[in-house]
């Protein structure tokens, strides 16, 4: 199941492709990628640096640079309505109401979220004020209460601290507060937890997995470490050189890794003589997406490539079991295909 049934997809993104002039030529960092994510999924969003997960997930939000041209469509779904963001006019109303509101984000580094300037409560005061034309007091009421339930102690005290006097852990909760102020049909997250060490990092997923289950939003969590996918997804993507490589359920996924890239994402264990095992790397480096010849992405690294098979086309991402998908032509799962 691609496209969570219809009425139940919150966001569809079709034939994304994304381009970016420069001066040695044009780059298409994202490339025809299709994905949809179904209302309360947490879907992610994996794949090496470079792979295009970021030019994607602001391309949801309308904020990439000007530089990058956006073709496609992200079409998103609320309340029996559907819209296509890309549509909208950049940095128009219509496109600020849903940024920020309809869909939050969170970043990987907090710090730079929020103003030195201004205290963190007066900020998500801010959020509050913004969307829904609430007095000072009431805003403040409702900030205090969202500061409780994203763990943070004493939220009356620390609503009038400045970003400064709080922990990366602690700044991290205020932006998810941020985030949940409007009650986001969509929470995209690009890679919330990496700047923060391994405790505190468990913590906050944890955090957005209860909060998820609370406030019945959609996750797109992007990441590029596999450890994490597991506790968080429900889905998985695997994007690889600006296309979804494969797409399954999350256990499926884990269990039955059916492109060659995703095995080497996974340091699948290969068996090799006398029961000794040794992780799989994968070798070579990303090609840059420009001028890419007519075949897999992923060739030149693929250790199961075949010139006659793989050359002359590009594979498209296919239906191999029911609900798994991947775009290659010799899918690898052993016993099964
Ligand atoms: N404004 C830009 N101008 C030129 N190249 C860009 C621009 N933005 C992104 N790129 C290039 O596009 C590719 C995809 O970038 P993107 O930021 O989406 O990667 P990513 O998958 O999020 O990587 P990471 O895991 O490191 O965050 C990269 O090769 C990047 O260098
Ligand atoms: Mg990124």
Redesign the pocket.
């Given at each position: 199941m691609m496209e969570a049934e219809n009425k139940n997809v919150v966001l569809e993104i079709k034939d994304l492709s994304i381009t970016?002039k420069?001066d040695e030529g044009t780059?298409t960092?994202v490339r025809g990628l299709s994905l949809a994510i179904g209302k309360g999924e947490t879907l992610g969003l994996v794949?090496e640096?470079?792979?295009?997960?970021?030019?994607?997930s602001k391309a949801i939000l309308g904020i990439n640079?000007p530089?990058?041209k956006t073709l496609g469509q992200i079409m998103f779904r609320e309340n029996g309505k559907s819209m296509d963001l890309l549509k909208m006019r950049p940095g128009g109303k219509e496109i600020r109401n849903i940024r920020g509101n309809r869909i939050s984000m969170i970043f990987q580094e907090p710090m730079t979220s929020f103003s030195p300037l201004y205290t963190v409560g007066n900020q998500l005061s801010e959020a509050v004020a913004v969307h829904s034309k609430k007095d000072k007091k009431k805003a403040r009421e409702i900030v205090v209460e969202t500061m409780k339930k994203v763990g943070i102690p004493n939220p009356e005290k620390r609503f009038d601290q400045y970003p400064h006097e709080f922990s990366g852990g602690m700044l991290q909760r205020a932006l998810i507060a941020m985030a949940l102020l409007c009650s986001p049909g969509l929470l995209i997250a690009d890679?919330p937890t990496t700047a923060l060490d391994v405790t505190i990092q468990a913590q906050i997923l944890e955090l957005m997995r209860s909060l998820q289950k609370d406030y019945g939003m959609s996750i797109l969590y992007i990441t590029?470490d596999l450890g994490t996918v597991a506790q968080m997804c429900d889905r998985v993507a695997v994007m690889y050189l600006g296309q979804i490589v494969e797409l399954a359920e999350v256990h499926e996924i884990f269990n039955h890794p059916l492109h060659p890239y995703t095995r080497g994402l996974m340091g699948s264990v290969h068996k090799i003589g006398g029961g000794k095992e040794r992780l799989f790397s994968i070798e070579g480096t990303v090609p840059l997406a420009m001028n890419l010849p007519d075949r897999c992405g992923f060739y030149e690294r693929c250790g199961h490539r075949s010139e006659k098979l793989c050359c002359g086309c590009a594979p498209v991402l296919t239906e191999v079991t029911p609900g798994h998908y991947a775009a290659c032509l010799m899918p690898q799962e052993e016993g099964r295909v």
């Open positions: 970016i420069l780059l960092p794949g640096s470079g792979c295009g997960k970021s030019l994607t640079t530089n990058c890679e590029h």
